[in-house]
């Protein structure tokens, strides 16, 4: 589209909306205004409109040809959006790929119930540890609370930081179901809640100290013995693709991962291996 | 046959005619053999093929095991199916220790014989640790064909027909055992 | 007497039978004086705790479990009882606690797949999926048609295998011996089908990141439509010979009843919430594989007892045969993984000829693909209720985290809710008819 358009060109547009009909009719015409207001704000005439409407071609005779200049359709707001919703909680959102909203700790409640006013039920509590994540983090934990709408089919994360040794508050008092999740939450990850009713642990045995799915809390392989008395230790023996040390293949993954820069990967000696 | 009679006549005569003859022991060895009483220790997936093996087109009841009990008292073999977390061993092992002697037990699938996939904090990494085990089942879950077999193998084990891995064979269980 | 004047006597001996049992005092039958001090409790006391049972005797603390026939595997239950009425129900997990989750952490994606089915192991399929369509947003794979199609069906037929398990089993619980042989031997039919497209009964660990292992033999559509045909009449026997059963009507009806708001509050979803007059399914809500595409409903109830619970799967079966059904039209020629050599393993047949190939082959057998920094979730349906898996990615081969909604672990909590008040018989019932996989509960 030429994006200047002079004052004969304007005369034509609106010569050929006052010949049309219906509702494309209305589109141009206003569209016909409001370039024409532009025009008149701006004489140098520069115009980048966000809907650029095609130029209508027109013959000698004067009847216009090929498609009637109609505004592009904007898309259908989704319904499964939740940007507003989170805007009108008065939450910040977090740019992971799931819409998620972050949460100060103490509002975690307050944002609670106004959910559960507005019908949504509490799926899942996830329990993070970015102990070793590559990616700088603010704080080590994080608590998310998957939240859905059963009628209109929305979901929201609500994101939760928090330090080793800060509580939160437990949403059992709002919906019922995080229960177990809050206590999975807690056996498995540390995080204590405040306001739950029965907050002991759920699934390790009552002997086991410590919470496996903390990144400092080892897998627990055992070695495997052979009968000729050798030993093959898993770990040693995926070590190199974990990154954490090299392992048994010589191999270190650390570096893909963001560490470990200081240390130079093992180059292969001059005049090939000895 | 009057008993006078067969106490007189040589053996090899009576055999020839029909009559059998084994030790006590034997014999009790045989019947036990053939009505091996399991009893359900079903703990993940090899529980459901343990299940399976009793349905219609694999009817364990063929081998006289088709009876699983759900109290351990009336139970002669733990098939401990599937695979054993740490919380689990303690009360698997009075499961166990609440079986009447003799018992045997069969360790069903990797999990159970070796720990597995699941080489973690979790696991226990051979049920043989917790319980002796007579019979390792592999496979993920094995079929149900897989703990027909070993069934038949503990029937052999137990009426004293069974080698272990050097040639030896291994000895039947004291028909008198408590 | 003539056939037809049996038949009527018996018909009218039924109704009368009925009508009394709704309205004792109509009938001829003398009603059964009950002394004063010897009542039943209504069913709104029940809920509320408070048992009419007159003797009010001490409170028992009884242990069901963790080694018990009707607890579906290992779970263990503390029931405090007055009587034979329940007050409370303590449920203690964690007797199949496998660490799924922190050794996900330490297997490469592809390796995933393998632990995945593990959870669940009656839809195991479910879980595989529901792991596959993650790693898949992570990665932005392209899934061929083929592929897709295919996981429909075993999806589906994954969910009947569940279900048949679920009715053969259950009624195992309440007693009923028989449902058991009639379900497995369509189970067994069902796990032929699985075994020939994967070698393996359960626990198949078929899908991979991007597609499937392998394409499923030839013949194997004609033998799915053969068994949905045993399928269909297969529902039609376990509707007359179980679900009409007075017995078990008896046992189910007005059993456990789970009111709409507290289903949600619960956080109960599949068969469970929608037994509770909830039509939340994530195949119609948040479709996946093309499921927007396949003409299905969604079937519902609004009674929220076990008896709505049980008849759930059974309308299920319809559904998934449907599915099944119209899936088999669609399955067209084509190739079954994602084109991309970073993501899926190269032909074998190009390894003898191609170095790049090898290189492509080193790599992800040895290392892996390294999907980018982020965080993914996927909801899906499976026979229990909705499954996701929460991954988050570092950048390295192996996911940083991964966590997976288990829906057997929330569906759970309805039973501290559903069992008081009742009697224990009947928390047997609800127990079977809540229909948890304790391998999708501990994890």
Known sequence: MDPVIGKDDEKKVISEAGRLT??????????????????????????????????????????????????????????????????????????????????????????????????????????????????????????????????????????????DGEALDSLYPVWKSANYLEREVYDLMGVDFIGHPDMRKVLTPDDLEGHPLRKDFPLGETPTLFRDGRFLDPAAFRAGVTGQQSGLTGYRGELRRGRGEDRLPPVMPEGGPK | MPLKELIDRDWQEL???????????????????????????????????????????????????????????????????????????????????????????????????????????????????????????????????????????????????????????????????? | MTLKDKDRAAVKERETLRDLRQNPDSGTLPRPQMTPDHQESTSAERLHGQTGALLHTEIMSLNVGPQHPSTHGVLRLVVDMDGEYVIKVTPHMGYLHSGFEKTFENRTYQQGVTYAPRTDYLHSFSHELSYVLSVEKLLQAEVPERATTIRVILHELGRMHSHLVFVGTGLLDLGALTPFFYAFREKESLQDLFEAVCGYRMNQGYFRVGGLSRDIPDGWPAMVSRFLIQMEAGVKEYTTLFANNPIFQDRARGVGIIPPDVALDLGLTGPNLRASGVPLDNRKDNPYCGYETYDFNVVTSNDGDSLARFNMRLWEFGESIKIVRQALERLRPGPVRDPNRKISLPPRQELETSMEAVIHHFKLVTEGFHPPIGEVYVPTESARGEVGYYIVSDGGSMPYRVKIRAPSFVNLQALEYACVGAQFADLITILATIDPVLGDVDR
């Open chain 2, 15 to 178: 055999e020839s005619e029909g009559v059998l003859f084994s030790s006590l022991e034997k014999l009790v060895a045989w019947g036990r053999s053939n009505s091996l009483w399991p009893a359900t220790f079903g703990l993940a997936c090899c529980a459901i093929e343990m299940m399976s093996s009793t349905n219609g087109r694999n009817d364990l009841a063929r081998f006289g095991s088709e009876v699983f009990r759900a109290s351990p008292r009336q139970a002669d073999v733990m098939i401990v199916a599937g695979r054993l977390s740490k919380k689990m061993a303690p009360i698997m092992r009075r499961v166990y220790d609440q079986m009447p002697d003799p018992k045997w037990v069969i360790s069903m699938g990797a999990c159970a014989s070796s720990g597995g996939m699941f080489n973690n904090y979790a696991i226990v990494q051979n049920v043989d640790s917790v319980v002796p085990v007579d019979i390792f089942v592999p496979g993920c879950p094995p079929r149900p064909e897989a703990l027909i077999y070993a069934v038949m193998q503990l029937q052999k084990k137990v009426r004293g027909e069974a080698f272990d891995q050097l040639g030896n064979q291994l000895p039947m269980v004291d028909a008198w055992t408590r």
């Open chain 1, 22 to 163: 219906g509702r494309n009719a209305e589109t141009l015409s206003s569209q016909a205004q409001l370039q024409k207001t532009v025009v008149r704000s701006d004489p140098p005439a520069i115009l980048v409109t966000p809907n650029p409407a095609p130029p209508v071609q027109v013959t000698d005779s004067g009847a216009a040809v090929g498609r009637m200049p109609v505004p592009a359709p904007t898309p259908p707001a989704d319904p499964r959006d939740v940007t507003g919703l989170i805007a009108e909680l008065g939450l910040t959102e977090d740019d992971m790929a799931e819409p998620t909203a972050l949460v100060p700790p103490e509002r975690l409640r307050e944002v609670a119930e106004a959910l559960k006013a507005r019908g949504f039920m509490l799926m899942d509590s996830v329990g993070l540890d970015y102990l070793t994540y590559t990616q700088p983090r603010p704080k080590r934990f994080a608590v998310l609370h998957n939240i859905y709408h059963p009628r209109d089919h929305r979901r929201l994360f609500l994101r939760v930081w928090l330090d």
